[in-house]
């Protein structure tokens, strides 16, 4: 099972973070938008691994005491930089994003050796699309410019989730697995 762990945002944002899927749409860049289904915050990726594995990564999670955050989901950016824009993405307003680190990075270290190493550090971030081709990446700079600011909302983040992901010509599916509250 193609897995990771992720946590979902509230609907009022993600009507606002489709809207901002629209304008990116008339850039005219090659970018594959993602889909309402699947918007949210990936804390760790953890590739194939056995569907039995799901047992362990519950009593891992377990021992970690995870408390409910409200953040605001703010400003557009781009992996790895805007040079090469690879992945556009929505991010977290400064003063929660450090909040939003401690938690992820308890959960990341909490399942530590499960799935395949991430050695990057985790920087809290909604894919919004991928770029497939460098065609109109001047007005994606630029609207990455005029939007790297701008707000799409407060959520509660208060349920870490298991998903698991298949991969078709059309996207990826996902699915959730296991759910965990957060105090």
Not at 31 to 36: L, N, Q
Not at 64 to 92: H, K, N
């Amino acid at each position: 099972m193609r897995a990771f762990l992720a946590f979902e945002v509230a609907q009022p944002v993600v009507a606002n973070l489709l809207m901002a899927e629209e304008d990116l749409r008339k850039t005219g860049a090659d970018i594959g938008i993602v889909g309402r289904e699947n918007i949210h915050f990936t804390v760790r990726f953890f590739g194939d691994i056995p569907e039995t594995t799901t047992g362990e990564i519950d009593a891992m999670i377990g021992r970690v005491a995870l408390e409910s955050l409200d953040i605001t989901v703010r400003g557009i950016g781009v992996f790895p930089d805007p040079r090469r824009p690879r992945v556009v993405w929505a991010g977290v307003a400064p003063g929660d994003a450090a909040k939003m680190v401690r938690l992820s990075t308890s959960i990341i270290k909490a399942v530590e050796g499960v799935g395949t190493p991430d050695e990057r550090p985790f920087h809290p971030h909604i894919t919004l699309g991928r770029v497939r081709s460098p065609r109109n990446t001047e007005a994606l700079g630029s609207f990455v410019q005029q939007n790297q600011s701008r707000d799409f909302g407060r959520t509660k983040l208060d349920k870490l989730k298991l998903k698991s992901s298949v991969l078709t010509p059309m996207g990826a599916i996902y699915s959730d697995v296991r759910e965990y509250a957060l105090n």
